[in-house]
């Protein structure tokens, strides 16, 4: 296998065949950079920030109504919400920061606003 020097890499350049390789190169690493910027950027802001909020979320909290009567059926569990500064305070967070990540899950479908608080939204509730 042939490699080249840096004179010859120098000389190649210096042509127009080396300038339009050197120019379809930049050109793809325009088109394409920044949108594998973005996604990294999203991948590492819904895992290291998102994914926490989302996980305390998943851990719902149902409280279980008494039975009025003895020959009734028990009432379904009803959900009790997470408040931000409940989320926050477990995650040693910010509000603000967990205000963000919440808007964010919201804006996904995986969070809801609820009475006030926050719970899963409709589209993880159903897993």
């Known amino acids: ?14 042509s127009w065949e080396g300038l339009a390789v050197a120019f379809l190169g930049a050109a793809a690493a325009v088109y ?25 979320l998943r851990d719902r909290r149902l409280i279980h109504r008494p039975v009025m009567n003895n020959w009734s059926p028990a009432p379904p569990p009803e959900e009790v ?6 989320i926050a305070e477990k995650l040693s967070r910010s509000r603000e920061s967990v205000g963000k990540s919440l808007q964010r899950l919201r ?16 589209r993880d509730r159903q897993h």
């Open 81 to 86: 919400e997470y408040g931000l500064p409940e």
């Open 32 to 56: 394409y950079a920044p949108r594998k910027v973005l996604e990294t950027w999203d991948w590492y802001v819904d895992r290291f920030l998102d994914s926490p909020v989302l996980n305390i």
């Open 1 to 14: 296998m042939h490699w080249l020097t840096w004179r010859q890499l120098a000389d190649f350049l210096k």
């Open 107 to 122: 804006k996904q479908g995986k969070a809801e606003l609820y009475r006030g608080g926050w719970r899963l939204g409709v």
